[in-house]
Each structure stands twice: as structure tokens, then as C-alpha cells.
């Protein structure tokens, strides 16, 4: 085990930084450090530190593979004179094995990004999209090598993407410019590895969350109007039979949390910045939305104000939040409970791994010197 009690600084968040999914979504930032670590840690509802990662990274994409590893793919690095937030956009691409729990390097993609969104493909292969570009590319686990597909219609940063049921995938969102809202959407066909526009969202914003649906549409929901600079409650669901949006909702609280689908088929909305409630940017509020009815509601609220966060399922049906602690949120109570030893970095990776624990990897530090992080830990249901 690394060596014992490293603790990073908590990452401030600025007015208008936006936090993401990262579940079938990617995530533009937001999610965990764990600070305090000793081998004696309980072995329940608690962080552990693991080896690190390859090479320090924040903002990458994270795929789980059929066969149980992860698939971690570009990011912002270290180098020389980059400042807090800066770094080189890396091409680099490494697999953690939960078998040993370490990372180990594979080939480079073909090209370098940053807030790129993926998706595991039906034959295996991972689609790895934009992330300062309009590009993609595959992974092949088989010969641990990418190569180019498709590209989209236009450069995309931090889109969110879903695995639709028949195989193809949606990227909905991602603007590149500075305060750039982007309601437009596309749908990759792995049969023809090409890109086609779909519908666009009925309202102009930058949404953060989006997630399949059990009857296979998709809900939209949350994020930010950089017009305003503000969080929004704007929810819209995607047909993917008519390639068109809708408007559902709204949110009760405006809010860019994260979205974690329940067994009984709602969709819990939990971990955003919001709009200053209970101080600047921070909100505890949660929404559990009711695809039946197309309407959210309250629940919780989260034991913390938070902002930046993720969300991840966990096998027994619970979700983990982080914000600026790590919760965990029981569908049965409707309560939140804080888990052990986690607190929050930005731009950290989360995988829910196919033995239950999650995966966490990277982030995003304040020192100016070096702010990407090599940090990983798993966190034990």
C-alpha cells in the first residue's frame, strides 16, 4: 500500500464550473480524494488507497470492459511552467485489473483529449469521442490498440454519451467554447462507424446528466445556461425510435448533479452545484425523478452542501454520491449517510466494477506545480 496519510488539497470551485456523469455519461469534473489513509480501515461503507495510476491524470474517460477491467484514456497531465488547471491535453490510455488492483499502460489513441466522452460497444470495443475534437476512436481489448471511426459534426467537450438499446450510442451536449451552451445531439452506428445528427434539445442549454431509461429513452436533466452563468432545472427525454426531444420536469432545484438509475426503474439526481443555496454554489438537495408520471421530486436532502459531484450504483441497489464528502444514498428510506474516508477532488474518474467496489482514479489538485493527480482508491460497499 502506498505510504500512509496523503492528503491533497480541496480543488475551489469558480463560478460556472460544471460537473457531470460519469456513469453512461462522462464527466466534465467532480469526484474524490481520500485523505487518512491506515491498513487497518474498516472493511464497509469505507475508502481504500491503491496503487497509482500510470501517469497523473484529471479529466480522462473510464469504460468498463466486458471482461471486468477499466479502460482509462486521456485527460489533462503535468508539465513544465502549467499552472493550476492547466497541463497537456495526453493521448496516453492505461487498464486497471481488478484481479490485482494495479494499472498498467496499453497503446496511445490516435489522438490527445480532455473531457471526451466513451461508451462500451455490444462487440467489446469502447468508442472514445471528442474531448477538443470532432474525432473518435476505438478501443479493441483484443489487441490493446485504438484506431480512427467516425467523427462527429463538430468538435465536443465534455458530451455526454449513452448506450441506446439497439447498440448504437447517443452524444448529446458538450460545447468547446467558453461559456458555450450546445443543445445540439448525434448517435454513432457501430455497423457503419459513422456519425449521424439527431434532434436537439427543446431548450438551448449545457446539460450534465443524461441515462437510459428501462423502457430505452434517455433522460437529459440539469446543467448549466452559460448565457447566465446559472444552473438550470431544464429536463428533456430522447426517443430514440424518433430521434426527437422533449421537455419533462423540470427540476425542483436547479442543479448540474449527477444521475444514478434505481432498480425500480426512477433516476436519482444528486451532488450539483447549484445556484447559492446554503451558500455560494452549494445545494444538499436531491430529485428522484418518476419516468411514469415525467416529473421529479424532492428526497434526502444529501448530510452536505455540495458541488462538483458524481454518482455510481451499487450492487445492492444503494448509490454512492460524492460531493464534497461521499454519501450514500438508500432508495428504500429515501436518506443520505456519509461514507468513510472519502472527500472530494475534481476531475477524478468512476467505475462501478463488476464485483461491486468502485473505482476511483485521478483528479485534479491545487498545487501549481503539478495539479494532476496519479491517486486511485476503491471504495468498499
Given at each position: 500500500m502506498p505510504e500512509v496519510g496523503r492528503t491533497l488539497h480541496k480543488a475551489s470551485v469558480a463560478a460556472g464550473v460544471m460537473a457531470g456523469v460519469v456513469l453512461v455519461a462522462s464527466s466534465l469534473l467532480g469526484a474524490v480524494y481520500v485523505s487518512g489513509?491506515?491498513?487497518?480501515?474498516?472493511?464497509?461503507?469505507?475508502?481504500?488507497?491503491?496503487?497509482?495510476?500510470?501517469?497523473?491524470?484529471?479529466?480522462?474517460?473510464?469504460?468498463?470492459?466486458?471482461?471486468?477491467?477499466?479502460?482509462?484514456?486521456?485527460?489533462v497531465g503535468n508539465g513544465t511552467g502549467y499552472g493550476l488547471g492547466g497541463g497537456p491535453t495526453l493521448d496516453s490510455a492505461e487498464l486497471f485489473d481488478p484481479k490485482t488492483d494495479r494499472f498498467t499502460a496499453t497503446a496511445p489513441m490516435t489522438t490527445a483529449r480532455q473531457a471526451a466522452t466513451s461508451a462500451l460497444l455490444?462487440?467489446?470495443?469502447?468508442?472514445?469521442?471528442?474531448?477538443?475534437?470532432?474525432s473518435a476512436e476505438l478501443y479493441d481489448p483484443t489487441?490493446?490498440?485504438?484506431?480512427?471511426?467516425?467523427?462527429?459534426?463538430?468538435?465536443?467537450?465534455?458530451?455526454?454519451?449513452?448506450?441506446?438499446?439497439d447498440g448504437r450510442v447517443l452524444v448529446v451536449g458538450g460545447g468547446c467554447d467558453e461559456y458555450d451552451n450546445d443543445n445540439s445531439s448525434e448517435v454513432y452506428d457501430p455497423a457503419t462507424g459513422q456519425f449521424r445528427s439527431t434532434g436537439s434539445l427543446s431548450t438551448v442549454w449545457s446539460p450534465s446528466s443524461a441515462i437510459r431509461l428501462k423502457d430505452g429513452r434517455v433522460l437529459v436533466a440539469g446543467g448549466v445556461d452559460w448565457e447566465t452563468t446559472e444552473r438550470v432545472s431544464f429536463a428533456n427525454i430522447y426517443e430514440p425510435g424518433t430521434g426527437?426531444?422533449?421537455?419533462?420536469?423540470?427540476?425542483?432545484?436547479?442543479?448540474?448533479?449527477?444521475?444514478?438509475?434505481?432498480?425500480?426503474?426512477?433516476?436519482?439526481?444528486a451532488g450539483g452545484c447549484g445556484n447559492g443555496f446554503d451558500g455560494p454554489l452549494t445545494t444538499s438537495s436531491a430529485e428522484l425523478y418518476d419516468p411514469a408520471s415525467g416529473s421529479f421530486r424532492r428526497t434526502g436532502p444529501m448530510q452536505t452542501t455540495v458541488c462538483g459531484g458524481q454518482s455510481a450504483r451499487l450492487a445492492s441497489g444503494s448509490v454512492l454520491v460524492f460531493g464534497w464528502d461521499a454519501e450514500v444514498y438508500d432508495p428504500t428510506t429515501g436518506?443520505?449517510?456519509?461514507?468513510?474516508?472519502?472527500?472530494?477532488?475534481?476531475?477524478?474518474?468512476?467505475?462501478?466494477?463488476?464485483?461491486?467496489r468502485i473505482l476511483v482514479a485521478g483528479g485534479w489538485s491545487e498545487d501549481d506545480y503539478a495539479p494532476a493527480l496519479p491517486w486511485a482508491s476503491l471504495y468498499l460497499p
Open positions: 489513509w491506515f491498513s487497518s480501515a474498516p472493511e464497509h461503507n469505507t475508502f481504500v488507497q491503491i496503487g497509482d495510476m500510470t501517469t497523473a491524470r484529471w479529466n480522462p474517460t473510464a469504460t468498463l470492459l466486458v471482461d471486468g477491467r477499466v479502460l482509462v484514456a486521456g485527460g455490444p462487440n467489446g470495443q469502447v468508442l472514445v469521442a471528442g474531448g477538443g475534437t470532432a489487441t490493446g490498440k485504438f484506431s480512427p471511426t467516425g467523427s462527429m459534426s463538430h468538435s465536443r467537450c465534455g458530451a455526454l454519451s449513452v448506450a441506446l438499446q426527437q426531444f422533449s421537455a419533462t420536469g423540470p427540476l425542483p432545484t436547479p442543479q448540474d448533479g449527477a444521475a444514478a438509475l434505481l432498480p425500480d426503474g426512477r433516476v436519482l439526481i436518506t443520505f449517510h456519509i461514507a468513510n474516508g472519502g472527500a472530494t477532488s475534481y476531475g477524478s474518474s468512476v467505475t462501478p466494477l463488476t464485483d461491486g
